[in-house]
Structure formats: structure tokens, C-alpha cells
């Protein structure tokens, strides 16, 4: 009997009158349902799992965005106005914590950029000439002029050197220079900004310095570019002028309160503690500037941050709950360790030491934030304002990072943002001994740095004579929140492996489920084979049976 033939009885169940089809489907099912049961769980588990891990994720994301946010926004709870804010404006910077202000202000002179303007030139593209520019900045004694013997006192920033070709053109000489022009001050804006200008009737390249007498610039010039053929030539020291001076760098003066000051801008950040002072143009008039207690901004941000916090808890409470009743409506991640250790951390923020900070540490209570019973944050502004009246720092704390010192005398020039731990450092030196935060710290010249300990990283200078005094280092609460969540977000993060961690265990379980049904297929072969071959035995026997018994019936005459 043909193979089909014997598939075909072994379906109708010719013979045996068994529908073997449904017996085989039975045998197959029986054989294979627990191991297709465990398969089909653990991908719908291990699915569930990537699924609520990269919600997770995915919520830590919009957790940082409005963390940043809030940061970007954040306040002092001071505000500034000024009378005349044509004159000048003034406003809170966040630096440090404010105070209530009332002060008297005029404005004599406003802070000028040094500017030099260079040869002229008929065309942008022209060449300038092979050889080397330099310049320097500092205090000029005097204008230089052509054998003036007029010197420099430098002012420490760096030195920034060009090289031209006989090919350079003056547009790319301007270029080299901005390319090299370094920021000393680290304040954003570069030691100089090179330019090329056209009159009207000539090209030619201006140079400005960064604004106040202190920053005006010495240039020197080799080879071709020194050169005063045609009335080329770009130097520009105590011997030789011939850059044309076109704005002398001058400080910018003003009265505050009967007090005359000078600074080297017009954008004043240390004349009154936490706030800046803009000056706009001179007045002979008093003006008036003023700062008072503004929590409303203060207010707003925090009760965005206890929102934010409280909904992200509440979706991790969601994917870990457990349903007495029925164990269908579990959460995803009911019972995983990775679920109730990120929950242990975020609430672990609540009780946060804000460290770093004058007259800390601080915590979010300070800010009136406290823990309910079920875990979840709540915000009692008159909590926030009656410790914002007792200690304004408290409000920084919570916005703002903390670098300072608390002797003039005493800078920071670097620390180690991942090293350095927050805190406050205590810096002393009897001469032969030096220590910041009570560790050893090592001398050169003026600089003293530490490289152990929880202040590992801080470098200072420090000012001859000065033995004494405070560094402060503080990560704000905003910072140190999103570092946190930032753990969770790196591509290497305990959620990344996680979800690693299943899709594997899919892999794994693709793998079990191809092998199950390659195991299916040769039962269902093997079964409809014998039951065939049964069926046509049966099959057969019956057609016997049914011969031998018309011929054993009796014949009609």
C-alpha cells in the first residue's frame, strides 16, 4: 500500500473505525505540552520583562530631561531690579547664596576691548607675506608708539602664536588666529577674536582683546609679516606701531554706594555677593538697585520635582505590584531584585547628605520635602520658607554646584568632577607641611595639590603669606539626582544587562522551541506510520473477513 494511501486511512480510521487523527494529535499533545508550556511561559515572561525594563528606561530618560530642566531653571529665591535698566540691570546668578539689597549706583566709564587694525589690502584673498605673529597680553605703561620704550606687564594669559607661508591670505590669517586664540580666564570668551573688516575702499584685519586695561595686547612679527614695504607690517610693541591702535582697553568704573570700583567688564559677578550687575552705559544720575525674597520660581520648580519623583515611583510600584487574588494581574517585574534595587536608590534621594555647602550639610527637608508612609514625596512651602529665612544657602543647594573658597587669597585651578568627593576642605600649610582636608598635599611654588583621600584632585593657589582656609566643593541635590538616574541610562547600565540577560534567555528558548518542533514532527511521522500501517492491516483483515464469509453464506437456486 502506497505511502498516501496508508496516511489517508490512517485519517478516516478505515478498518478500526478509530478517528486516529484526533489519537495522534493526543499522543503528540501529551508527549510535548509541558515542555511547549515552560517554552511558551518563559517568552512570555522574559517579553514582559524587556518590555517593562525599557518603560523603565524610557522613564528615566523623561526623568532626567525634566531634572536638567529644573536646573536650567534654577533660583536663588532672590530677585534683583534696577531703576534704570537702559543703565544697568541686575539680577540673582545663583553663584551664591543672595541677601536683600538696596544700593546706590553710578557709572563713570564702561569696560572697552583693546582693538588694532592691521594693513590695508584690496582684496580679503591677498597675501600677507611667510613668517611668525605672536601676541601677548597685559598692561600696557603706556601706548606704544614707533621708539616709545613703552613696556608690557603681563597678565598671565597665554601666549598665542601663528605661522604664515608665502601663500597665506589675510582671510586665513585671520583664521589661524582664532584657531589658536586660547580662553586664560576660562569665561567663555577667547583672548582675542581676529576679524576682517572693509572700509569702503580697503580690507584689513582688526584684532580685539577681551575688554579692561588689563588685557591689552603686545604683537610681534618676523620675516615678511614685520615688514613695512608698502605699509605692511604687523607689529605692535615698545619699538615698533605699526598696527594702528583704535581703542585703548579701559576698565570699566563705578560707584556702589559712595564706594568707587573698577573691573575689567561690564558684566560684574563679585561686586555684590549672588548677584550680577550689568553695566549698559554711563550715568551721572544715581541709580537704584534693589533685590528682595522671591520663592514663587523656587516654589514652582520644587513642586515640579516632587511630581516628577512620584510618578516615576508609582510606574515602578505598578510593574512590581502582586495581586493577592489572582496572580494574573502581577506586574512584570513582581519579585525581580533589579525592580527593588532601583527603588531602594531612588529612595534613598529622600535622605540624600547634600554635602560641600557653607553651614551644611544640607537635605531635602531643609527644602520642607518629606517622606510619606507609602513612600511617595510631599512639598510644605512654609517649611522651605522658614529655612530660606534662617539659611538661603539651603535653596542653592538644591539648584547649583559649589566651588569656592573662603579666602580671596585661595583659587581653585582644578579638581576631578568624577574623584573629588563633595565636601568641605580645610587647607593648611606651616611651610614644610601641607594638607587639604587632612590629607598630604604636595607644594609647587604657589600650588598645592592633593592627589588621595575624598579630595583627590583639588589643586590650589594660594597667595604667599596665606596658611589658612576653606574649599568648598558641593554637588547639588539636582546633580547628584541625575547622576543617579544617569547610572541607569549608560549602555552598560543593571537595566541594559537585564534586558541583555533576556533576550538571551529568548534566544535560549527560540533555540528549545525549534527543537521541540523538529521532535513534534518525527512523532507525528512515526505515529501516523504505525497507525497506517494498522489501519490497513485492520483493513485488510476486514476485506478477508468479508470474502470468506459470502463465501460461506448459502447460494439461492
Known sequence: MSENRTEILSTIGVGSGINTTKLIDALVDADTAGTKDTIEKGEESAKAKISALAKIKSDFKTYKDILVQLQTQGSSGYSGDSSDKLSATFTANNNAAGATTNSSLTIQTLAKQHTLTGPSYSSSTATVGSGTLTIDFGTWSADPTSGGGQTLTTNGQSQISVTTTASTTLIQLRDMINAAATDSDTDGTPDVLASVIYTGSAYMLMLKSESGASNEMKVAATSNLASTVGGIGYDYNATTSNLTQRVSGIDSAFTLDGISMTRSSNTVTDAITGFTLKLLKTSSDAISITSEVDLTEVNEIVENYVFTYNEVMENLKILGQHDETDSENDGALNGDSTLRSIQTAMRSLSSMTIAGYENGPYYLSNLGIRTQRDGTLSFRPADLKTQFEYNSETVRAFFSDQLSTSDS????????FNNTKPGSYAFATDGSTHTIGGVSASKDGTTYTVSSGDPTGISLEVASGTTSGTVYYGKSFLT????????YLKFDSIIAQRITGFNESLST???????????????????????????????GLSQTGDMLTAMLEPKDN
Request: glycine share 2%.
Open 409 to 416: 587669597n585661595i583659587t581653585v585651578n582644578t579638581y576631578d
Open 480 to 487: 547628584l539626582a541625575i547622576e543617579q538616574v544617569e547610572d
Open 509 to 539: 528558548l527560540s533555540d528549545k522551541r525549534a527543537r521541540m518542533e523538529a521532535r513534534i514532527e518525527a512523532l507525528y511521522s512515526r505515529y501516523q506510520k504505525s497507525y497506517g500501517q494498522m489501519e490497513s492491516t485492520i483493513a
